[in-house]
């Protein structure tokens, strides 16, 4: 009997190419998009999860609130990890991470900078699970100087032959013993690097400033700890560490500390969500971030699943439509199989298994496409994505789960519609059950569309943000300023170098500043005109020369910058408009900006000048309250930036490059320009837009290949009607119209389902820059006229063949 079944299914496929064609495409390129999207989610929700216990492992974050300021900071101090796993019996083991600066290490005549290098705890590897090659991990990081590399580090310095036990070399700061070889961090890792170093090695690590943040803490929990339980009592740190510390600091008592609305409290993140949670869920400050730690946002995980659903769901549609669509033409067949004896059952299977073999068939196509597809798509997401349909026993079960799903689902209306006719009722010219059908064709074909213009929304959404922050006025002119991103190592020899630089007329003039365009800018507490205690405002720092202003072309508001006229402004501090309203003032010059410190550590500073607010973060937030300092940059980086003139760019990288030989020999110049850096923010959401528009156009073709399907079964049926139409006198115009009138009204119904959900969904997805968009109302007219437009073309070929079409021969038809 299946034999049968499937041999008339084949013949049935056969016979009618044109359908059959267009559903087998349809639900393939459907099927390959949504396979392709499932595996990016899978990657994705799966960061850190290679951890052994990953679901017992928390990061410790602060969260403090100072004159209604909020701030929530991925850094810890040195002493809780410590602290933590003393006090209580729930912590089994903790780790922190560091970051020291770059490194130049040298073996034998190899010499690399390494920048990808933290600083550990020597219980790393009993927290995180990285597979050793050689070492032990339970010492590796046990001694000061002690190191351990990746595969791909070792690789560098030497070969394939073990490395453990040899010693890396740097100028001025000694040797380093290679204790551990491991292999490189996986891809779904939050955070990689290359090097590991003993936090053993600096002194700093083991100071006990508790309001000094510099360190991300890890800790493991034992079984069965209620992580909101235990959330609670870490209370109990802040009120025996970290309050008598602020009480000394500010000179005010803990009462009156929250009496003024100031609090510092110690939260726990899972392991597991850092990478996709830590700002949208958590609240997360990214500035506090290391600056090469991966993070993207929950909000893409929920916007590509919403499209994979939907692609599949619009070739889903598309299949049904067509298989209903095309099972009007087997009325006859139906009603004849019934008159001979054929029972319903027999004929539900008869058309479920049609619609299974071309189920099957469509899968297997979109695994070929896939092939196709993941290699173009990888490019685009900087994945490393690949469907391997052994690796799990899951994978050709859910295939073969999902061919019937699809096949029962497509070919049960058709089959439980057509079966109950009686025969009769099937072989008579019109069916009383056909407006219904009609009905149901339409729902479908309104669904398809709606789907297809929300997506084609979001990707004209997502494209105009985009375009918004590059154009956007940063404050100052981004425009030919080139940026040397390692000249600290001239150490000395950089203000010489800056000399002859500044010789060429091309450079016309030039400063440096640490850390900028990134997560990590540090932040400090400060005091105005010399405040009590309980009135600390925090404000992010920038270390600067004489140079910064000139070179990025920022407006002075209010004051002065710093000259090198003025020796006392090594004491001096220029403040943005954003600190200027955080301070409540009108003109602060001349005013005391006191950081707050221990003892040596609290500093006078004279405020000389104000600025203008300029974005020296990501436009995700609004320009934080900054300060100035005149200081050699004392942070991990530094930025020598140049402003150079256009008309021979090419000519004047050269003069650099060859300037910085003369001055740093063999060592290599990490050279680039600013405005790619400002770009290389939004790379995600570049990513994310560019695939939403791939994706949103393969809708759009699945929905439009179904509706030209529908469009020449519609014309078909209507032939007569047409042959009438034309001997009565219409013209070929009115005949296009009438035959496009009734999927325009499906468009149109489209368009006001899709409108309000696409905006709803975008404007959630805004809400995640301080600086964005408004969303006009012309990009949903244009997505709406473009659905329209393209619905018309892809009907437009059947409605001028059948209006152009020999009357006489339309009413001879059948």
């Given at each position: ?14 016979r009618?190419?044109t ?6 495409i ?24 290679y951890?052994?216990?990953a ?8 969260k ?13 101090s ?9 006090d ?6 903790f780790t922190r991470?560091?970051?020291f ?5 040298r073996?034998q ?11 550990a ?17 339970k ?8 190191i351990?590399i990746t595969k791909?580090?070792?690789q560098?310095?030497?070969g394939?032959e073990?490395p453990?036990g ?13 204790t551990g ?7 779904n890792?939050?955070?990689s690097?290359?090097f ?5 090695t ?5 100071n ?17 700890t209620?992580?909101a339980?235990?959330?609670?009592k870490?209370?109990n ?6 309050s008598p510390e ?12 929250l ?12 392991l597991?969500?850092i ?17 090469d730690?991966?993070l993207?946002?929950?909000a ?10 939907a692609?599949?769901?619009?070739a889903?549609i598309?299949?049904m439509?067509?298989s209903t669509?095309r ?6 067949e ?5 008159t001979l004896?054929?029972n ?8 479920i298994t ?10 297997i ?20 994505l ?6 799990s026993?899951?994978t050709i ?8 799903f699809v096949?029962?689902l497509?070919g049960?209306?058709?089959?439980f ?22 009905f ?7 669904i398809q ?5 929300t997506?084609?929304i979001?990707?004209i ?10 154009n956007k ?13 390692n000249?600290?190592?001239?150490g ?7 000399q ?9 003039s030039l ?10 800018i540090?932040?400090?507490a400060?005091l105005?005109d ?5 009135d ?13 202003l ?18 006392s ?5 220029v403040?943005?408009q954003?600190?200027?309203?955080e301070i409540?003032t ?14 040596k ?6 405020i000389i000048?104000?600025i ?6 990501s ?10 300092q ?7 980086s530094?930025?020598l930036?140049?402003r150079i ?9 050269g003069?650099i ?8 020999g063999?060592?290599?110049?990490y050279?680039g320009?600013?405005?790619?850096d400002?770009s290389?923010?939004?790379d995600?959401e570049?990513?994310?837009?560019t ?7 393969l ?8 509706l030209?399907g529908l469009a ?20 070929i ?13 499906w ?6 389902i899709?409108w ?8 959630n997805w805004?809400?995640n820059f301080a ?13 709406g006229l473009?659905?329209l437009i393209?619905a ?9 063949k059948?209006a ?11």
């Amino acid at each position: 009997m299946l034999k049968n079944y499937l041999k008339i299914a084949l013949r049935n496929i056969l016979r009618f190419k044109t359908y059959s064609l267009i559903n087998i495409i349809g639900l393939a390129v459907g099927v390959a998009c949504f396979i392709t999207l499932f595996l990016f989610i899978t990657d994705e929700l799966g960061y850190d999860a290679y951890n052994k216990d990953a679901d017992r492992i928390y990061r410790v974050y602060v969260k403090m609130s100072i004159n209604g300021k909020e701030s929530l900071n991925a850094k810890t101090s040195a002493p809780l990890g410590a602290a933590l796993a003393h006090d209580f019996p729930e912590v089994i083991n903790f780790t922190r991470i560091g970051f020291f600066g770059n490194h130049v290490f040298r073996y034998q005549d190899k010499e690399f900078r390494e920048w990808r290098i933290y600083t550990a705890d020597s219980t790393f590897f009993e927290i995180f699970s990285l597979n050793f090659l050689a070492g032990n991990p339970k010492t590796a990081l046990d001694q000061p100087n002690s190191i351990v590399i990746t595969k791909s580090a070792s690789q560098r310095y030497f070969g394939d032959e073990n490395p453990v036990g040899k010693t890396l070399n740097e100028a001025g700061v000694g040797s380093f013993i290679i204790t551990g070889l491991v292999k490189d961090f996986p891809k779904n890792s939050h955070f990689s690097c290359d090097f590991l170093l003993s936090m053993s090695t600096y002194k700093e690590t083991r100071n006990q400033k508790w309001l000094s943040l510099g360190y991300s803490t890890y800790i493991k929990l034992k079984k069965g700890t209620d992580p909101a339980v235990f959330e609670k009592k870490l209370k109990n740190i802040v009120r025996d560490y970290v309050s008598p510390e602020a009480e000394l600091l500010l000179g005010i008592s803990a009462n009156q500390f929250l009496e003024k609305g100031i609090s510092y409290n110690y939260l726990l993140q899972p392991l597991t969500s850092i990478y996709l949670q830590s700002k949208r869920d958590y609240g997360i400050d990214p500035n506090t971030e290391w600056g090469d730690v991966k993070l993207s946002d929950i909000a893409f995980i929920y916007i590509f699943s919403a499209v994979a659903i939907a692609i599949l769901f619009v070739a889903i549609i598309n299949f049904m439509n067509l298989s209903t669509a095309r099972s009007e033409k087997r009325s006859k067949e139906v009603g004849i199989r019934k008159t001979l004896g054929s029972n319903k059952l027999k004929l539900i299977w008869q058309f479920i298994t049609e619609s299974i073999l071309m189920s099957a068939i469509s899968v297997i196509l979109s695994l070929a496409l896939l092939e196709a597809i993941l290699p173009v798509f990888n490019n685009l997401s900087g994945k490393e994505l690949h469907l391997n349909l052994f690796s799990s026993p899951y994978t050709i079960p859910s295939l073969i789960c999902f061919i019937i799903f699809v096949g029962i689902l497509a070919g049960s209306y058709p089959a439980f519609f057509m079966s109950s006719f009686q025969p009769v009722q099937i072989l008579k010219p019109y069916s009383s059950k056909g407006n219904r059908k009609n009905f149901f064709r339409s729902t479908l074909v309104v669904i398809q569309f709606s789907v297809s213009i929300t997506l084609l929304i979001g990707t004209i959404v997502i494209k105009n943000q985009l375009a918004y922050l590059q154009n956007k006025d940063l404050g100052f002119n981004k425009e030919h300023l080139v940026v040397i991103k390692n000249a600290a190592i001239l150490g000395n020899s950089i203000e010489t170098f800056k000399q002859e630089l500044i010789k060429n007329p091309q450079i016309t003039s030039l400063g440096y500043s640490s850390l900028m365009f990134t997560s990590g800018i540090p932040g400090s507490a400060y005091l105005f005109d010399k405040k009590t205690g309980n009135d600390p405002l925090l404000f992010q720092v920038i270390d600067v020369d004489y140079g910064f202003l000139n070179t990025y072309r920022i407006e002075l508001l209010k004051g002065r910058f710093f000259l090198k006229e003025f020796p006392s402004d090594s004491a001096a501090v220029v403040i943005n408009q954003a600190a200027l309203k955080e301070i409540g003032t009108d003109n602060p010059v001349g005013k005391d900006l006191n950081f707050v410190g221990i003892g040596k550590d609290q500093v006078a500073y004279k405020i000389i000048g104000v600025i203008k607010d300029f974005n020296y973060e990501s436009l995700h937030q609004q320009v934080r309250p900054l300060v100035l300092q005149l200081h050699t940059p004392r942070q991990a980086s530094y930025l020598l930036t140049l402003r150079i003139l256009s008309n021979n760019p090419k000519e004047t990288l050269g003069f650099i490059k060859s300037t910085w030989q003369k001055f740093a020999g063999k060592e290599n110049i990490y050279l680039g320009f600013i405005d790619e850096d400002l770009s290389h923010l939004y790379d995600t959401e570049e990513r994310t837009g560019t695939v939403a528009a791939i994706f949103s156009f393969l809708a759009i073709f699945i929905a439009c290949l179904g509706l030209f399907g529908l469009a020449a079964f519609v014309t078909e049926q209507r032939t007569k009607e047409i042959g009438i139409r034309k001997a009565l006198g219409a013209s070929i115009p009115e005949i296009v119209i009438l035959l496009s009138k009734q999927f325009t009204k499906w468009v149109v119904l489209a368009n006001l389902i899709a409108w309000p959900v696409a905006y709803y969904v975008m404007n959630n997805w805004l809400e995640n820059f301080a600086y964005r968009i408004d969303m006009s109302f012309w990009v949903f007219v244009l997505s709406g006229l473009s659905a329209l437009i393209i619905a018309l073309v892809t009907i437009s070929a059947h409605a001028i063949k059948a209006a152009r079409a020999n009357p006489i021969q339309s009413l001879k038809y059948e």
